[in-house]
């Protein structure tokens, strides 16, 4: 099982960027997923989750509204977008997949997750 990010880098406040994730060994249509960040000196929080046929999606209070979490099962791509970006936003993104089709009341923890990517850093700045 492997789930690989991307699309993360440097950009101004305000600005956009979207996160891809691939998955690879896992059939990805029958799982819950997730995007979890680490921002600098802080643990790993819950941003957003969708579940398994993207039907229905949960996000963060910090991010509600500014960002959006979509995927493509046929491509097993999961993606973030992120819009209105703050530097409070500054953090590695990581994406996760958890064991169920629907996203747990727990989904913001990291326990709620069985699978993980290694990260894509995200820096917002001027």
């Known amino acids: 099982v492997q789930l690989v990010e991307s699309g993360g880098g440097l950009v101004q406040p305000g600005g956009s960027l979207r996160l891809s994730c691939t998955g690879s060994?896992?059939?990805?249509?029958?799982?819950?997923m997730g995007w979890f960040r680490q921002r600098p000196g802080k643990e790993r929080e819950g941003v957003s989750c969708?579940?398994?046929?993207?039907?229905?999606?949960d996000y963060a209070d910090s991010v509600r509204g500014r960002f959006t979490v979509s995927r493509d099962n046929a491509k097993k791509i999961l993606y973030l977008q992120m819009d209105n970006l703050k530097p409070d936003d500054t953090a590695m993104y990581y994406c996760?997949?958890?064991?169920?089709?629907?996203?747990?009341?727990?989904?913001?923890?990291?326990?709620?997750?069985?699978?993980w990517g290694q990260g894509t850093q995200v820096t917002v700045s001027s």
């Open positions: 996760a997949a958890a064991t169920n089709r629907l996203c747990l009341v727990s989904w913001s923890r990291q326990e709620a997750f069985t699978y």
């Open positions: 060994g896992l059939a990805l249509d029958q799982y819950a």
């Open positions: 969708i579940t398994s046929n993207g039907g229905s999606a």
